[in-house]
């Protein structure tokens, strides 16, 4: 197996590079102490294809690889691991739009996502349950054309900052009885919980979030 690296993908690492030199470096510790979530860098790398990589070019995507996403999410950690990290959860809510939603939802969102117009968490983790998908405890249940959620997730990195929210709960039994719904933060129920304090995790907001 070859485990060297393309031309491209030396290129983009290089392009990662020179951005966490540039945009985050000089500023990660001011926002480490002042709990400041860098929105204008964020949207600055979003310009550069970063906000949506493996997702497919027609509504923004950069459709790169895992691999070539790793590389890019390890240049980026150089600088600020709080920062890029946020940047690798707004990506995986955005692929699994892209991968998993209609074509209303992938229209409707993705295009906003990938120029970081809006802001996007995962919704896994629970109090009790911890990210065990398994064991979730969050509801929901169907009426009509809606669903009634119930439940708390804990460390939700955007929390109380972004605008739509992947949440994964349980509307039957076992494993099979797991769905992820897209939940918009201005939905009569959604509320959060105090900032939670992570260690050196501060350049982004994570708190609860209840529904």
Sequence with gaps: MDFRLTEQQIAMQKM????????IAPHAAKWDENHIFPIDTLRK????????????????????????SALVFEALSTACPSTAAYLSIHNMVSWMIDTYANQTLRQTWLPKLATMEIFSSYCLTEPDAGSDAASLKTT?????????????????????VSDIYL?????G???????????????PGVSFGKLEQKLGWHSQPTSMVFF
């Design 16 to 23: 990662a590079t020179d951005f966490a030199n540039k945009e």
């Design 45 to 68: 790398a979003a310009l550069l294809g970063l906000a949506t990589m493996y997702v497919n070019a027609d509504v923004g995507g950069s459709e790169l690889s895992r691999l070539d």
């Design 140 to 160: 929901a249940v169907q009426r009509d054309n809606y669903y009634i959620v119930n439940g708390t997730k804990a460390f939700i990195s955007g929390g109380s």
């Design 167 to 171: 949440c994964m709960v349980r509307t």
């Design 173 to 187: 039994e076992g494993t099979r009885g797991i769905t992820c719904l897209l939940i918009e933060k201005n939905m």
